[in-house]
């Protein structure tokens, strides 16, 4: 049985299937492992280089759990689970059908063939009729909490977040867009992180700063162009804003 999903993600008996796409913008349910290769990587060699030994992150929209799972494979090579140290990685999505695919922990094994052998070594390989799959390793998706679905407007965490990673839902928001800013302001004591797609995410119109937030630059991560030649060019940036 084949289930449509919107975006690249196709169901196929079970388990998900990450299609290629373009450089069209993302329609919604986009996702793939180490998607923001700059970026992720910045963001965890930024935790690393905290004096503080607890992080807590949030990652929402979830999808299919390939960005949380992402995250966690970079912040286990970087020792972050390790030493007293304590990185708590949670995701939320809308989708009860996406939560339980990130949970099932079943992708193609195509999912993973762009990502450098030392990530590719947190993947098993696993037996199914359906083709050959892979699953994270139970030392990197043990270290992802999968939250039950829900949608992020009504989540009231019992602390706020170090970070916030939120990809491609505020400009599908609409008439709601405010009140998901609000939101992440009230979610994040740190940082809030999302992609840049348009001027409303530049230095000049900070939609977060009446919350306290200022953009700030990760080392590494390559900066959003304040006029894009292109619509391609900011759909691969981050935007990140600190107190």
């Known amino acids: 049985m084949t289930q449509p999903w919107p975006g690249n993600v196709v169901e196929i008996d079970g388990v998900p299937h990450i299609l290629p796409h373009n450089d069209k913008?993302?329609?919604?349910?986009?996702?793939?492992?180490?998607?923001?290769p700059e970026f992720q990587r910045s963001l965890v060699r930024a935790i690393a280089a905290r004096s503080a030994p607890d992080f807590r992150l949030l990652v929402a929209p979830g999808s299919i759990g390939c960005e949380a799972l992402t995250l966690a494979i970079l912040a286990k090579e970087a020792g972050l689970f390790d030493g007293g140290r304590s990185l708590v990685i949670d995701t939320l999505d809308l989708s009860a059908r996406f939560t339980a695919l990130a949970r099932q922990n079943l992708y193609p094994e195509?999912?993973?063939?762009?990502?450098?052998?030392?990530?590719?070594?947190?993947?098993?390989?696993?037996?199914?009729?359906?083709?050959?799959?892979?699953?994270?390793?139970?030392?990197?998706?043990?270290?992802?909490?999968?939250?039950?679905?829900?949608?992020?407007?009504?989540?009231?965490?019992?602390?706020?977040?170090?970070?916030?990673?939120?990809?491609?839902?505020?400009?599908?928001?609409?008439?709601?867009?405010?009140?998901?800013?609000?939101?992440?302001a009230s979610l994040s004591r740190g940082m809030i992180c999302v992609n840049r797609i348009d001027q409303a995410f530049g230095?000049?119109?900070?939609?977060?700063?009446?919350?306290?937030?200022?953009?700030?630059?990760?080392?590494?991560?390559?900066?959003?162009?304040?006029?894009?030649?292109?619509?391609?060019?900011?759909?691969?940036?981050?935007?990140?804003?600190?107190?």
């Open 203 to 243: 230095a000049a119109n900070n939609p977060f700063h009446d919350a306290g937030f200022r953009p700030v630059g990760l080392p590494g991560n390559r900066e959003p162009s304040p006029a894009p030649r292109k619509p391609a060019e900011n759909w691969n940036c981050i935007s990140v804003f600190a107190r």
């Open 25 to 36: 913008p993302n329609p919604p349910g986009i996702t793939a492992f180490l998607r923001y």
């Open 110 to 184: 195509s999912a993973i063939r762009h990502l450098p052998p030392a990530m590719k070594a947190h993947f098993n390989a696993c037996a199914q009729s359906s083709g050959a799959l892979v699953s994270a390793a139970d030392t990197v998706h043990g270290c992802v909490n999968i939250l039950p679905r829900g949608s992020l407007l009504d989540f009231q965490p019992a602390e706020a977040y170090d970070a916030v990673l939120c990809v491609n839902l505020l400009q599908y928001a609409g008439e709601f867009r405010p009140a998901f800013l609000d939101k992440l």
